[in-house]
């Protein structure tokens, strides 16, 4: 176990109180010059470096935001932690990593983030109970649920508008000739999937346009197994809207093995506008997620509840838009 | 900013001394039954917890590794982040994600994490000076380079044995015929790259089998911009090694595209075995990094290097194997 030089190890050195050393470590109060001339030496004689530990025992709070991930297998996820890992380091904060592996966070990973008394929470595509939200109020810890609305006015949530998006791809298809048309849906529990495919059936509902759906979830297999099942069993629809762009390559290269041609047989377009989506042996037509946008707002929501807690719930959406490519 | 409780005020509350409340909570040292009922009960009205913080400041050390990355892009890190987090959930330590641009850590991000009192650091595809190390070492935080093996014995460094690998990939190719071939580099500055070319290259003089070399980046872009090259200017090889599988797709998609067929009018091998190389459009055949294994090695070493510091500087290379699919 390593012995660390404490604050204590310096006043004892420097023959002064260890609340003077806290002072001219952390609080930036006043102390003699004197006082601190001996504390200073004291300090460089032990090689004494006071950490964010000891920092916030004084200061009540830490540099520490807590980020809350499942499906890095997506790649609009490690893209989304970049994004945060960049903008909080110029804000002088550091990311706590929490992998979790169900749908909702777990007990350990609230605990987790409580016992670090982290500065603010942000949980991408995960749930979170109300009781767990309740731990985070108490502790007036701010949470933001990124890419993901709840059915509840009790978060402060930042997403792409995606009623809107559906609504758009909806007439974007109809102005392509597309006659019926399918949704190939994410994980139905979550906020993202079920608004996408409401705003696309509005519209198509409104246009007396024949509408399929189909069960997924997310995953690139996922998509290639329902498209597989898809064209075995029905009739191929004239267009595709995937409820992601992961999901979306695994739906273009069932429909391609079956020897289906895209655009002229069907056509196909994804949500995220992932790296992949422009690659030459895709070029998936797409929905963009503004995320700059997006985590910029995040962010800043973020170190405005950190400097003053208000607890403010509310629901951010920003628009995003389509990037037409070859699938459509 | 928060008020939170501290133990001070579960002292005063319970008409202690702090350091009776630091004892039940942190050291599991003695104290009587009558002061240990009074300070539960203070810290029960209070609704006192104690903190990770309070607690490296007591036992002088954390539960948090510190994970430093780059390239997130590429699929194979996410893949490593998610591993490493969930192997160190279950040890009870949580990841501190460290986002670098550059290929050399940054000042800002050693401070991070010397300031945040780390148990370990894992550096995956980063470079480090050797001053920085001394910092480590000083602060007796064990280092690991994952996937990197660096031109000194003075870190301790887990990687897949990539000249071995290299030699098998060149036996491979040259029994299936192929007579003269590239290898498309990754990042130069990389032992990964070096050492899978040095492999590959050794066997291929040995055989007096044409050798060419281009250099590109290790990304999809990088692959593909590579390969476009080659095809306008160079006589076609007769199979590819590619230093990395998210470069060999750029290469794949850039053949294809010239109306190139694989694999008979060329081979392409890669390095990794991401998810997507085994996608239906793509059907590469790579060597497989034994990316459990690694983490499992970087975890026992960290742990008994938390428990006990010895410094211990070694270079662990643990085999991979082929996958065969259908690009050879």
């Known amino acids: 176990m390593k012995q660390a030089i404490t604050a204590k190890d310096v006043a004892k050195l420097a023959g002064v109180s260890q609340s003077s050393v806290s002072r001219v470590f952390f609080d930036g109060a006043k102390v003699s010059e004197k006082t601190r001339a001996k504390i200073m030496a004291a300090a460089e004689q032990l090689g004494y470096r006071p950490n964010e530990f000891a920092r916030s025992l004084i200061t009540n709070r830490t540099r520490i935001i807590g980020m809350v991930m499942k499906g890095v297998q997506n790649p609009f996820y490690p893209q989304v932690l970049k994004q945060f890992a960049t903008a909080f380091k110029e804000e002088g904060y550091s990311i706590l990593y929490v992998h979790t592996n169900n749908d909702e966070i777990e ?40 890419n993901r609305k709840l059915n ?155 400097a003053e807690y208000t607890g403010l719930a509310e629901v951010v959406e920003v628009d995003g838009s389509l990037i037409e490519r070859f699938t459509t």
Chains 1, 2 share one sequence.
């Open 107 to 146: 007990a350990e990973d609230v605990e987790t983030l409580l016992n670090y008394n982290v500065a603010g929470v942000i949980i991408t595509d995960a749930a979170m109970a109300s009781t767990v939200e309740k731990q985070f109020e108490v502790n007036k810890i701010p949470v933001v649920f990124f």
């Open 152 to 306: 509840t006015d009790e978060f402060y949530s930042v997403c792409c508008n995606n009623v809107d998006a559906g609504r758009k791809i909806a007439e974007f298809l109809i102005n392509k000739g597309a006659t019926d048309m399918a949704y190939i849906t994410g994980d139905e529990k979550t906020s993202t999937s079920r608004e996408r495919q409401r705003g696309f059936q509005e519209i198509l509902d409104q246009r007396k346009i024949a509408y399929r759906q189909f069960a997924s979830d997310y995953t690139y297999n996922g998509g290639y197994q329902t498209a597989m099942q898809i064209i075995g069993k029905e009739s191929l629809p004239a267009a595709f809207f995937v409820a992601n762009d992961i999901m979306a390559l695994g739906v273009l290269d069932a429909l391609k093995n079956s020897g289906i041609k895209i655009p002229e047989d069907t056509k196909v377009i994804g949500f995220d506008n992932i790296d992949m989506a422009s690659w030459p042996a895709y070029q998936l037509t797409t929905w963009e997620q503004p995320i700059e946008k997006m985590v910029e707002t995040t962010v800043a929501y973020l170190l405005n509840e950190i």
